[in-house]
């Protein structure tokens, strides 16, 4: 559609134009996050089985994984195109995916989906969370930098 060189023709700057997708990637998970949470909250308080600890699980996880895809693809993209970008994003993906599921297999489903409320394990959701924030915000400056060398 070549919405590239669309894209910069528009009164924006290269770097806004790609906060723009960051920011709106943030935006879509954070409420996606909170969606799940209000959720479950619901679900467990009907139930009188609401547990703080998994709610911020859930909302971590699902912010977590919501924002590590993008922060792989979206440079990805940026550097080699759309087009090459989707191959190389579904292989990496794949990789993904296949290791998710050799955790799961290694550590077995109640394991990986259940935390425990003590210990390291109860911080384990806010430390994966502020690596994979820390890992969104690398790559926004990558992708930034990135986007302004390239050439259409």
Given at each position: ?152
């Amino acid at each position: 559609s070549k919405w590239q060189q669309f894209s910069l023709a528009l009164p924006y700057s290269r770097s806004e134009i790609v906060s723009a997708k960051y920011i709106m990637t943030l935006v879509l998970c954070g409420c996606s996050a909170l969606v799940s949470g209000i959720f479950y909250t619901v679900a467990t308080s009907l139930k009188r089985d609401f547990d703080f600890h998994n709610l911020a699980f859930i909302v971590l996880l699902g912010l977590g994984t919501g924002l590590l895809i993008p922060s792989i693809s979206t440079p990805i993209d940026l550097r080699f195109g759309t087009a090459n970008g989707k191959i190389l994003s579904l292989i990496w993906g794949g990789l993904l995916g296949g290791s998710g599921g050799l955790l799961m297999n290694w550590f077995g489903s109640d394991g990986v989906v259940k935390t425990s409320s003590s210990g390291i394990t109860a911080y384990l959701p806010f430390i994966a969370a502020g690596v994979i924030l820390l890992l969104y915000t690398f790559s926004w400056k990558l992708s930034v930098k990135i986007y302004e060398k390239r050439e259409f």
